[in-house]
């Protein structure tokens, strides 16, 4: 080797560690990825708290739930910065409803990886804050099989192949009695660029209502974004029909063939949207926007659902258990209350409906007592 080869062997040597050191210095800085986790499972629950059964004008027993759904843009540095006053002024929007008596009886959150984002569930006073997978966990469900060529085109400086670094940030938080839940992430190699930073899956819920003789299930996901990935979109659209498919072995897992209501991915028609388990059931509609105030149900092929709302919130009812949206409303947007994140909340106001003669469903969760 003469001096020139000796030379240049020496730079690439400095060269390679001094890039291993500004990688250890960013990830020294980079967010903890489960400090923002919150957990709570309600041992009991107060039927005084709970929606009212009324008694429709043909004989049916009814109760509204008000569900949020809100993306409150819960980022971390160095990706956002200087969030926490608008996600405390979320929290606190939030918990003076809950107070008036007022608030959503199901709150759904996406893009909570912070603490001030998770505790937005904390602050209202939910007795049941569930959140979605896990920095740690691995997909325990088979997974989708990717296209020729999807893995070996991964590359790290877009954020692909070298781990997690935040949860999935998904929560769903309610007082209603919750009787079954299941989550699972996304696997890790189906994921498409900085998206793959965070840990996203599904997360499914089985809550008891007041009086109804079936639980409804309530499913939260968040998948692969287009351009926020920084990714080719014929990948990204790759990854998000990858990840349709895994969440709908979540679903058929967990039993989806009963009274539903789902938020997730349904701000863009998307591949997934196109092709997945809700797109096949023609008993599956959008909460979509009608005049006014006023919620329309819509199919899933609906262009105008799409572009009305940011956000959207699906449904589906069953033969015991009638679910219809009445009121959509789009809050926080410059217009209705001032803006607090990137996307702007849903307000809907469903109706549960059910065979006034229909025996109640037991709830496998006791009363609290005084």
Not at 44 to 64: E, F, H, I, N
Not at 104 to 129: E, M, Q, W
Not at 151 to 178: H, N, Q
């Amino acid at each position: 080797m003469d001096r020139a080869e000796r030379r240049i062997g020496r730079r690439l040597a400095i060269a390679a560690i001094l890039l291993l050191g500004l990688a250890a210095a960013v990830w020294a800085v980079l967010p903890d990825g489960r400090a923002a986790r919150i957990e709570r499972h309600a041992r009991c629950y107060d039927p005084a708290a709970l929606p009212q059964v009324d008694t429709l004008a043909d004989g049916r027993k009814a109760v509204r739930l008000r569900v949020l759904l809100w993306n409150v843009e819960g980022l971390p540095w160095p990706i956002r910065s200087g969030r926490e006053p608008k996600l405390a002024a979320i929290a606190d929007w939030i918990a003076a409803r809950r107070k008036a008596g007022a608030g959503p009886d199901i709150l759904i959150l996406h893009k909570a990886f912070t603490p001030a984002a998770s505790r937005i569930a904390a602050v209202a006073g939910y007795g049941n804050i569930f959140p979605g997978p896990a920095l740690d966990d691995k997909r325990r469900l088979p997974a989708a099989t990717p296209p020729a060529g999807y893995l070996d085109a991964a590359r790290w400086w877009k954020g692909e192949g070298i781990g997690k670094w935040l949860d999935g940030g998904l929560y769903v938080a309610t007082d209603l009695p919750v009787i079954d839940q299941a989550r699972d992430a996304f696997d890790a190699d189906n994921c498409a660029g900085y998206d793959c930073l965070s840990n996203k899956g599904g997360l499914a819920l089985r809550v008891a209502v007041p009086g109804a003789p079936e639980a409804l299930a309530l499913f939260n996901t968040h998948r692969n974004s287009r351009e926020p990935a920084q990714v080719g979109l014929a990948r990204a659209e790759a990854s998000h029909l990858l990840q349709t498919d895994e969440n709908d072995t979540l679903l058929a897992a967990f039993g989806d063939d009963g009274a539903m209501i789902a938020a997730g991915d349904f701000n863009n028609y998307r591949a997934g949207d196109k092709t997945g388990r809700f797109a096949a059931d023609p008993a599956f509609r959008l909460a979509a926007k009608g005049p006014g105030f006023a919620a329309r149900a819509a199919p899933m092929t609906d262009p105008r659902a799409w572009t009305d709302a940011y956000d959207l919130l699906g449904f589906r009812g069953s033969d015991a258990l009638r679910v219809e949206p009445l009121a959509v409303a789009t809050l926080f947007d410059g217009n209705n209350g001032p803006v607090l994140s990137d996307h702007p909340a849903q307000y809907a106001i469903f109706r549960l409906s059910w065979r006034g003669d229909a025996p109640a469903a037991p709830v496998l969760v006791p009363t609290c007592t005084i």
